[in-house]
């Protein structure tokens, strides 16, 4: 998506660690025009599957999700990070590690959002190593659901989790795939 790559050259900031910070437009404060224009190209990607929710994690994925969901008109769900007394009775969890945290964590999702009947679109912010993509995997699958693929903003090509997710035959969509990038503010994106 031509508008994302643009918008990562403009204000994306390469630091130490293979971290791209992209907190001006997606990580802390939000362009909510450009999430309309990625909820439109998720949609036209996606809008085919019969989506009948949305998964995500917190705290990045949520409002990518949501405007997402107001072109598809589902449900979003967000896995939690923490323990939560808003989070009575059963609960799926899977363990995750953090790319940007270096800790793992469980999420949890009730066991009264998702079901065998639900086909689920999974939306994150970036796809790195493919530790969340695959928690998330882990819980929908345990629910029965079927996740008919994965939405992604940023996905860093150059580490693993993109090769690792489209193997296991999840479809995995990225509106930008970055190949390389450095601390001088060179940003190679993939041609898709
Ligand atoms: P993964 O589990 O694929 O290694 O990492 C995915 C999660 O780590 C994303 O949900 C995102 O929050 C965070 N993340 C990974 N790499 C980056 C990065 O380069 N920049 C930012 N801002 N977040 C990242």
Do not use: W
């Not at 910070?21 to 802390?28: E, I, T």
């Not at 598809?72 to 590690?97: C, I, M, Q, R, W």
């Not at 964590?105 to 493919?130: C, T, V």
């Amino acid at each position: 998506m031509q508008l994302m790559e643009e918008r990562i050259r403009k204000n994306g900031i390469v630091r130490a660690g293979n971290v791209l910070k992209v907190d001006s437009f997606l990580n802390h404060q939000m362009d909510i025009d450009l999430f309309n224009e990625m909820g439109k190209e998720f949609y036209r990607l996606f809008g085919e599957e019969h989506v009948t929710k949305i998964v995500t994690i917190e705290a990045s994925g949520i409002g990518i999700a949501c405007v997402a969901a107001q072109y598809f008109h589902v449900p979003v769900v967000f896995a939690k990070k923490s323990e939560s007394k808003n989070l009575d009775g059963d609960v799926y969890t899977s363990a995750v590690a953090s790319f940007t945290h270096n800790k793992v964590y469980d999420i949890r999702i009730s066991k009264k959002y998702l079901n065998e009947n639900d086909r689920i679109l999974l939306i994150d912010d970036f796809l790195a190593k493919g530790n969340a993509l695959l928690g998330l995997l882990d819980v929908c699958q345990q629910s029965g659901a079927t996740v008919v693929g994965a939405g992604i903003a940023i996905e860093k090509g150059f580490q693993e989790g993109g090769q690792l997710l489209r193997k296991r035959g999840l479809r995995v969509e990225s509106l930008a795939i970055v190949d390389a990038m450095d601390e001088n503010g060179e940003i190679v994106f993939r041609r898709q």
